[in-house]
Each structure stands twice: as C-alpha cells, then as structure tokens.
C-alpha cells in the first residue's frame, strides 16, 4: 500500500509544483534608459600672422596696376602654378575646431586712405577698383578663388579638425594713378563652416 499511495501522491506533488510555479509571475526588466553624449560642433580658426603690409617693407610702396602676392619669396613672384607650396604662403591658419571645416575669404572695399578701391568682386581690376583672390598650400592656378566683399565661394574644403593650413592672397591694385599718399585699408576675413 506504501507503494501505490506514492504513486498517487508524487505525481498530485508534481502537478501542484508545476501549477505554484505558473502562479508565480516571471519578474523581466519593464524598462531600461539609454545615455545620450551631447558633443557640441564647435567651430573656430585662428590666422597668423594678422597684419600684411603690401610693397611697404621695401619702402616702395603699392603701384598701381601691379598684381602683388603674398609670397614671402617676393610680392611680385606667383605661386607654383600646379600647386602652391607652403613657402609660397605668408599666413598660417588654424583649425581649432573638433570638426573638420570648409573655408571661405571674402575681402573687403579699402577704407581710411586717400584712395579707396572697391573690391571688384571679379578677381580683377579697373579704375577704383581691385581685385583678391585667396589660394591654399597645394592648390592649383585653378582651384584659387576670387574674394569678394561677400558671398565668395568656398576656397578650401575639409580641413581636419585642429590642422594648420597655410594660404596666401593675390591683390590686383586698380588700374589708375592714386590721388594720394595716405595708406588705406581692408581686411581679409576667413570664415569656417563645418563640412
């Protein structure tokens, strides 16, 4: 009788373990959270050196309807016409951003002197008016870009996250005689965008 009270009874145990444990609820995760990194573009460039005096340094002085460069190997001396080298570069620019940058320069209208040209916004020159164009370390004759007063085209593109670049201007003075002998000015500006 012990034998056959065990044989009913173990399988009534079974089936009343197996239905305690379905009663029971199974405990999952019902949420979980995600970190987000917030990593803002930041962007920034700096340029040395920040002034350039054209044809002064000799004590000449600017001629009308002359191109200059900013060629530390000589002013009146183009760059490398299959790509400029850094040698032929006066100003060093720096990425200082944590994204890579496109670069813009415009140029503005002369101003404070006795003759005041106005940027062409062509890259070339007539009375009254000059012309600039910008060029990059590496760049041929045909990627250099005119610099307008605004809205010139981008002139170098995807430069690297803190990289120094080297560039240069050229400035086509205009075509007539000055009126006068008291400096003017303008200023090149580089403006970053990210790429």
């Known amino acids: 009788m012990k034998g056959k009270l065990w044989r009913i009874l173990v399988p009534l145990v079974l089936v009343m373990v197996i239905i305690f444990i379905s009663a029971i609820p199974i405990q999952a995760e019902t949420s979980d959270t995600v970190v987000f990194t917030n990593t803002p573009q930041f962007l920034s460039v700096s340029i040395a050196p920040g002034t350039y005096e054209i044809n002064g340094a000799d004590g000449k002085g600017a001629k009308p309807n002359t191109t200059y460069y900013t060629n530390p190997l000589g002013m009146e001396t183009a760059p490398t016409g299959a790509g400029a080298l850094d040698a032929e570069c006066s100003f060093t620019i720096t990425n200082l951003s944590n994204v890579a940058i496109d670069l813009t320069v415009t140029s503005s209208d002369f101003s404070a002197g006795d003759d005041n040209s106005t940027n062409s916004d062509a890259g070339t020159n007539a009375a009254t008016e000059y012309g600039a164009k910008s060029y990059f370390s590496g760049q041929a004759t045909a990627a250099w870009v005119v ?31 000055w009126t006068g002998a008291t400096p003017a000015n303008f200023t090149v500006e580089v403006v970053a965008s990210a790429s």
């Not at 007063?149 to 560039?167: H, M, P, Q």
């Open 147 to 177: 610099a307008k007063v605004s809205g010139s085209a981008t002139g170098y593109s995807n430069l690297a996250a803190v990289t120094d670049l080297k560039f240069g201007m050229i400035i086509l003075e205009q075509s007539n005689a």
